[in-house]
């Protein structure tokens, strides 16, 4: 079998205000109000919200409940946040897929940041904040970890180990796997931390030449992406890519949301393949 792992990143930066001029205040409290640009963070969440994470958390809901179809979502504390202002349908559908035990919530940096490249205590708390959080809104102990960007290194390895993660996930570079394949499982070194790397061209085809008409191969219908996908050698495809994909960077009348609920049933017609999460295919 090859286990195709779809994992999904949900995030949404605070914007700063293009300029501020005035004195810095002596009120704590309202150094986020000046700094932040919330009228426009509002802006931007509720136009993705409709366009993007209600539709597409309801195609992946109705793709579980059909069947045969698992994925998974790393989620950055900064993006719950913004949920619980301005989206908390999005929370609940995120509730709602993480209880079917087919979607699986993976750990992250809270912020989506680069923590990791300035101080290890840093990057263990914000990984921690973000893991709390998925607790408190969802129930949910992680067992995978992404770091922001899929960044990874030994070093890094053995912190994940060292906070007791089992899997992580990231960028399958050409100039690191040389003659490998990213699909294949790897263990990281002097770890017992399984190590699974991203398929960039495979994610890229959906992520970024979706819509591209200069691109040979388009249109791509999930038929033919199917067809790639069982031609693949090894024993996991991993195809990760932002959220916003689906609505978002191909907007809802590309057809993005219709690619996405066909691709269960177009993976479906071959035996040998099934759909994972991060864990699942860790094994």
């Not at 426009?40 to 993007?52: G, H, I, K, S």
């Not at 969802?138 to 290194?153: C, H, L, Q, R, V």
Request: glycine residues 8%; charged residues 25%; contains cysteine.
């Amino acid at each position: 079998m090859v286990d195709i792992v779809l994992f999904f990143e949900l995030h949404q930066p605070k914007r700063l205000r293009m300029q501020y001029g005035g004195n810095f205040p002596v009120d704590a409290e309202k150094i986020e109000e000046l700094y932040f640009d919330d009228e426009m963070n509002r802006e931007v969440f509720e136009r993705v919200a409709r366009q993007c994470y209600v539709p597409a958390l309801k195609t992946l809901r109705e793709c579980i409940r059909e069947g045969g179809f698992k994925c998974a979502l790393g989620l950055s504390g900064v993006f719950l946040e913004q949920c619980g202002l301005w989206g908390p349908e999005i929370i609940e559908l995120i509730r709602q897929l993480a209880y079917t035990g087919s979607c699986e919530l993976t750990a992250q940096t809270y912020f989506h940041s680069l923590a990791s490249r300035i101080s290890e205590s840093e990057f263990r708390e914000q990984v921690e904040m973000q893991t709390k959080v998925l607790q408190d809104l969802f129930d949910y102990k992680p067992t995978a970890i992404e770091n922001t960007e899929f960044m990874y290194s030994n070093r890094i390895a053995k912190e994940f180990q060292g906070m007791g993660f089992k899997t992580a996930m990231t960028e399958g570079v050409d100039t690191m796997l040389g003659w490998r394949s990213p699909n294949y499982v790897y263990k990281a070194k002097g770890s017992d931390l399984k190590v699974l790397m991203r398929n960039y061209r495979l994610s890229d085809d959906i992520g970024f030449r979706f819509t591209s008409r200069e691109w040979p191969e388009w249109p791509l219908t999930a038929e033919k992406y199917a067809g790639w996908l069982s031609g693949v050698g090894g024993d996991i495809v991993f195809l990760g890519m932002d959220f916003e994909t689906f609505g978002e960077h191909h907007w809802p009348e590309s057809g993005i949301h219709n690619f996405l609920r066909r691709l269960r049933h177009e993976v479906g017609k071959y035996s040998w393949l099934r759909f994972a999460t991060p864990t699942d295919a860790a094994g």
